[in-house]
């Protein structure tokens, strides 16, 4: 059970995340491949969005 919550809860910030990033990153209509930009900032976007994930995640545990 515990298992399967945690699966959703990846897959639902998976989701947020490529949303929230494409959004932002994706300035035109995508062709078959991203441009050097898109793809940098795709990257750069996905790590700050998992990086600010994990601290707020480390940060309800310490206050339990």
Do not use: H
Not at 14 to 39: A, H, L, R, Y
Request: proline share 2%.
């Amino acid at each position: 059970m515990q298992e399967e919550q945690q699966r959703a809860m990846v897959n639902e910030m998976v989701g947020k995340m490529t949303s929230e990033c494409w959004d932002k990153c994706i300035t035109g209509t995508p062709g078959n491949k991203f441009s050097s930009s898109e793809s940098s900032r795709l990257t750069n976007c996905a790590q700050r969005y998992m990086e600010m994930s994990m601290l707020i995640m480390k940060r309800f545990q310490s206050m339990q």
